[in-house]
């Protein structure tokens, strides 16, 4: 960087780290913290700059930052020293005090001003501190940047004790068209780069950090930016998708690879033979994903078609022996998911039962045939409670666990549930067996289908809350950052079926008999509702992804409601509620009367009727006993909605009770019986919800 920068101008401050390929799937997640870390850098150094742009391909992190200031901004400094009394002795000489802060700062004390504070007149320097330069606070900037990339599994090369993900081999730090002199990982800075390994193999000289992106696609044959590069190859197969009138399938997951394996992406199509289309197509799919990054193609007909389109990192002169050479790769991998297939076809589904014995499911909790016998009652009890068809429901949990141990699934992890579906299928079981043996693993993700049918319903919830039951017996519960059995993604999965499907079950009562089915477990009731509560608290991240706020999940929390369908339908009718009018009124009449209540050595009686002598609290009385006859009907049907709806007309009459009645009264019978009143008001509200809980923000 230039030296006098007195007056110099913003300019772009370009950062490259380049290294050998990186993993695929990390590269958004370290070009990002990259950027974040030299962005908190500079905003801490108290630098102004515009755009933060993070760039990155396999071979390279990088990051542009526009118009960042050629140096700090100068700032005011005030140092306080002693007190004017304690700096000079009765002479007026200065003391040591006065001496010594003085030769702290590096002057006389004759040049120290007297300060005004709260604390009196004290001895003080004011003075402007020139800002540091831009190109001195990088290196330190960058370094701390670097070192917290979030890299899980770093590695040496050759006689360096560097560490990082991959090897690197150059770091290019230019301002404007200034190289910044630094040291990161080992590596000095420079204004080289490298183009792309094979059609630009030689370094690139930059001249200026805004030529950066220019000067990588040409000569270089890198598109540095990973969202254009990402539009290319969606472009591109898509394209070639359209020459073959076929529609390509790309898959947010597979892209992002895609996108982080190649700098310069040329989309080719190549086939394979049709009669590999007699294989299940999800397992050629799996193959040609997972071991090829290959799109795959359907027809009009929704079909797999014998093609696929690969991404090239190359732009070749004879893209047909790129092509071929593709094809010749997938022949065998195909090959062998055809080979899986036929071995597993050869002997029934339910003649891998025995196998599972020999699985563990977890050490503690037995093999994967013990688990399928636990599942298999807990199944039943819940077909029984849903409708389902009790004897499917029980061969669809005896067989819930064999494809696990067919080679296709042992192959292709990602095929368990759809392999049980197809292998069931071709030995003649019963079409709701084959369905539920995918469907017990819906939902897989969130937003994802629940199980469309019953009896995958049943099979669904009872695989999910014996393995709830059984590890929180064992003491494994998950924590915020450890979570190995999903026991999270399985207890939302839960919800998600029992509210979208509106099946009444009661959780409490299920995960009483799962915990029932374990010979290793306490099934005493406190893991029980342990479990329970686990499983009520994950509402919480639903009412919020719905708009609702956190005092209605606790309203509703607070009630003990073990069934989720109806946990689902009260958090929407005290949503509704909550903006209401009258809401926030009876909240705080709520809240007042929970704190009083609370204070009573014993509960209140019934109401006395002959009791009630202000006009107050006898109007209060008829009010709630109408709304109680008016409400009964509507929560026995669950209609929450309409029964808030009529107790919001309640607010007059506790708004007059309270402004009109003393209810701790020196009458001992008065006071009691107006106790009850309020403790019949209360629990009016709390057949719903506590809505004291809506006052708590």
Request: aromatic letters at 6%.
């Amino acid at each position: 960087m230039a030296s006098d920068t007195s007056t110099a101008s913003a300019q772009t401050l370009l950062i490259e780290l380049g290294c050998e390929e990186l993993p695929p799937l990390a590269l958004a997640g370290l070009v990002d913290a990259l950027a974040t870390g030299i962005r908190g850098g500079l905003e801490e150094a108290g630098l102004h700059f515009g755009e933060v742009l993070p760039w990155a391909t396999p071979r390279r992190l990088a990051v542009q930052i526009t118009r960042l200031d050629p140096r700090q901004p100068d700032r005011d400094v005030e140092r306080l020293g002693p007190a004017v009394a304690a700096a000079f002795d009765k002479a007026g000489h200065p003391t040591r005090a006065a001496s010594g802060f003085a030769g702290s700062l590096g002057i006389e004390v004759s040049e120290l001003s007297r300060i005004d504070t709260d604390k009196g007149e004290r001895l003080g320097h004011r003075y402007t501190q020139p800002g540091e330069t831009t190109a001195a606070l990088l290196p330190e900037i960058l370094r701390r940047a670097v070192d917290a990339l979030p890299v899980p599994k770093r590695m040496r090369w050759g006689a360096s004790r560097v560490e990082f993900s991959r090897p690197v081999h150059w770091l290019v730090a230019l301002y404007g068209s200034e190289v910044v002199p630094c040291e990161v990982l080992g590596l000095s800075a420079d204004r080289l780069t490298r183009g792309h390994r094979f059609h630009c193999p030689q370094s690139i000289t930059l001249d200026h950090a805004d030529d950066y992106l220019a000067q990588l696609e040409s000569p270089g044959y890198v598109i540095a930016d990973m969202f254009r590069r990402r539009d290319m190859i969606i472009e591109q197969v898509r394209g070639q998708a359209r020459e073959l009138g076929a529609t390509a399938v790309i898959e947010e997951e597979l892209l992002d690879e895609v996108v982080g394996l190649v700098e310069w992406p040329v989309a080719l199509t190549g086939r394979f033979d049709e009669r590999f289309l007699a294989v299940p197509r999800e397992c050629l799919i799996s193959s040609m994903q997972a071991n090829q990054k290959y799109f795959h193609l359907l027809d009009a007909d929704n079909n797999l078609m014998p093609a696929f389109i690969t991404v090239s990192n190359i732009e070749s002169r004879d893209p047909q022996q790129v092509i071929e050479g593709n094809e010749r790769v997938i022949r065998p991998r195909l090959a062998d998911a055809a080979f899986f297939y036929d071995t597993d076809r050869s002997r029934p589904l339910a003649s891998r039962i025995e196998q599972l014995a020999s699985v563990v499911f977890q050490k503690e909790l037995g093999t994967m045939a013990d688990k399928s016998a636990r599942v298999s009652v807990l199944a039943r009890a819940i077909a029984e409670r849903i409708g389902a068809d009790t004897a499917n429901t029980e061969r669809a949990a005896e067989l819930s666990r064999c494809d696990l141990v067919t080679e296709m699934v042992l192959e292709f992890p990602e095929l368990q549930g759809v392999m049980g579906m197809y292998y069931a299928r071709l030995d003649g079981e019963d079409d709701a067996v084959a369905d539920a043996l995918y469907q017990q693993y819906l939902p897989r993700f969130a937003g994802d289908d629940i199980p469309a049918a019953a009896t995958g319903q049943a099979l669904a919830i009872a695989d999910r809350l014996d393995t709830l039951i059984g590890i929180f017996g064992i003491g494994q519960r998950p924590t915020g950052t450890r979570d190995p059995f999903a026991l999270r993604r399985a207890a939302i999965g839960v919800l998600a079926i029992t509210v979208g499907a509106e099946l009444d079950l009661d959780l409490r009562e299920l995960l009483g008999l799962a915990a029932q089915q374990h010979d290793r477990i306490d099934a005493a009731a406190p893991l029980v509702d342990e479990v329970l509560d686990y499983m009520l608290d994950r509402f919480r991240s639903r009412a919020t992804d719905a708009g609702m706020s956190a005092e209605t999940f606790l309203a509703v929390r607070a009630r003990p409601v073990s069934h989720p369908f109806d946990f689902e339908r009260r958090l929407h009718a005290v949503h509704a509620f909550s903006h209401r009018d009258e809401a926030q009124a009876l909240a705080a009449a709520n809240k007042r009367v929970a704190n009083i209540l609370a204070k009573q050595d014993e509960a209140p009686a019934d109401v006395d009727r002959a009791r009630l002598v202000e006009p107050a609290e006898r109007a209060l009385f008829e009010a709630i006993e109408g709304k109680r006859a008016e409400t009964a009907p509507l929560i026995a049907n669950r209609d929450y909605a309409s029964a808030l709806d009529a107790l919001a007309e309640l607010k007059a009459p506790v708004d007059a009770f309270f402004d009109d009645v003393m209810v701790m009264s020196d009458d001992d019978a008065l006071r009691r019986n107006r106790l009850a009143l309020l403790a019949g008001l209360q629990g009016l509200f709390l057949e719903v919800a506590d809505i004291a809980q809506l006052g708590q923000s």
